[in-house]
């Protein structure tokens, strides 16, 4: 019989063939809007490098579309048409990958553990030898894993406990045994909140501090803290039950891993040192610095750490000194309490509590000015004169400690800045530090509709990452923080980070509640391997790509990110084309969504003897 439509619709086919051509009409439709180009393609990093909030405005402004995009609806079927497997290209070149090699191998970090630049330093008084020396060229080779390493403990629970196999240190569990920081207990290790300042526990010490000082008002008006010396971080581990993010640090140094102890238990954390250079945080940052036994010299070389810390301390903000001088009496413990007097009454620097606990511990309590009156008033100010103009650029990357005291802040009209609004406010509220030149506060509101958009559409939805396994995140170019800020509501913390050739935004992120640090990604970061649970970077390549070599830098991603991370790369398709290959190379997990996201999954393969090439 011939196949004619009337055939059809007397057999009864009719009903079949329209739902056949429905189909493949709206087959179509799918097709044609997923090679659209992705409306959430809004922002890009500029090239221009400076150290100000209105430059940082304008040259942000100049990618921004008129308007923001409206929100994408969640479409199940159109999210899987978008997202396909990159499978490896046979035809790449292929990479020699070998394991690093030496004692400390398992836990390299190319810039901390250059012992021949080490070994030739001149000086070590300043703590020269826990400062960054960078090895030219930068190392390529791969981090082993530690026997046994297994995926990290989720959140809450890695705040307690981990896995002993994954940092195999035992120094500290026998050299802090009769203070409660770490104890071992078979397979883990147990942290018990403890500290050589916390004899009552640190639950008990945080309540202590906001007893003497009611106005610190814990995750309302003090918010952002800098923890030094932080042993193994249970201070800001438990300050996040009251939300307020801690940034804690300390260096690589004889206290065993205890910056690796507090990033494995899902802490913020960072390796640094006060020594001959600045810390890598903006001026005005922090709403209170903390300091509880942190053997750190405040009165040395002039009061030079002492001045650093007024650097990075918000005007009206506090630093809390919990140490022997400030409740013994015994002749050396007192000639240091004289010279910290003296130096913070050069600083007008005022103690607002100076109290003894009942396990015998005490604590002062300073707040650094909100009024320059007071530093118009000093007879004396050879101690700390004040910094030049000259000095008060916003950037601190491998910039010299000053011996000065850091000019309070002012916007464009010569107008102190406020204080933040009471958080949670602060985080979508205009940042005090952001321009006053016309459209960046236009411009910040919409940064921030946009990637709440995207990532509750988008990253949380449409993307192959399973967010119940992320708890640590880094933003490689963060902007204004905004996708940090998207993700407040998830049990992540999101280190933010600014490159020091993107235009200066890092004091906004302090000012919504975030933390944050600068860093060149041409170099490795001051973080122990397998540290972070997802790398996100948002059109940072195409920039850094003029100034380094790309797998270098994947090299360095590959370094801190946990087996079973991930990264999100958000770029076009030539950088991701120019990722993909080596990606494959360490035995990835490759994803694209809208040719515009590239996810990768890292997984526990490690070059062996025999196998170096893929």
Known sequence: MAITVPNLIKERKF????????????????IFTNTKSNPYLLFSTSTTSTSTSTTATSALQSSLPSSPPPPRQNDGVAAAAAVAVINADPNSPRIDWKLCKGTVAVDFIPCLDNFKAIKALKARRHMEHRER???????????????????PLPWPKSRDMVWYNNVPHPKLVEYKKDQNWVRKSGDYLVFPGGGTQFKDGVISYVEFIERTLPTVEWGRHIRVILDVGCGVASFGGYLLDKNVITMSFAPKDEHEAQIQFALER??????????TKKLTFPDNAYDLIHCARCRVHWDADGGKPLLELNRILRPGGFFVWSATPVYRDDQRDQNIWKAMVALTKSMCWKVVARTVDSSGIGLVIYQKPVS?????????NKYAPL??????????????????????????????????????KRLSSKPPSLSTES????????DTKHWSDLVSDVYLNDLTINWSSVRNVMDMNAHYGGFAAALIDLPVW?????????????????????????????????????????????????NLTQRCDVLDVIVEMDRILRPGGYIVVQDNMEIINKLSPILHSLHWSLTLYKDQFLIGKKGFWRPTIGETKS
Request: glycine fraction near 6%.
């Open 15 to 30: 009903p079949f063939i329209l739902t056949l051509s429905v189909l493949l009409l709206c087959f179509a439709f799918l």
């Open 133 to 151: 020396h960078c090895p030219d060229p930068n190392p390529r080779c791969l981090v082993p894993l530690p026997a046994g390493y297994r995926i």
């Open 266 to 275: 899902g802490i913020p954390a960072t390796l640094s040192v006060i020594g």
């Open 372 to 380: 320059p009156s007071c530093y118009e008033k000093r007879k004396n």
């Open 387 to 424: 910094c030049g103009q000259k000095d008060g650029k916003n950037s601190s990357w491998y910039v010299p400690l000053s011996h000065c005291l850091s000019l309070l802040p002012v916007d464009s009209k010569g107008n102190l800045f406020s204080w933040p609004m009471p958080w949670p």
């Open 439 to 446: 459209g960046a506060e236009e411009m910040f509101y919409e």
């Open 494 to 542: 999101v280190m933010n980070v600014i490159p020091i050739d993107v235009p200066d935004t890092l004091s906004i992120i302090f000012d919504r509640g975030l933390i944050g640090i600068y860093h060149d990604w041409c170099e490795s970061l001051n973080t122990y391997p397998r540290t972070y649970d997802l790398l996100h970077s948002s059109f940072l390549f195409r």
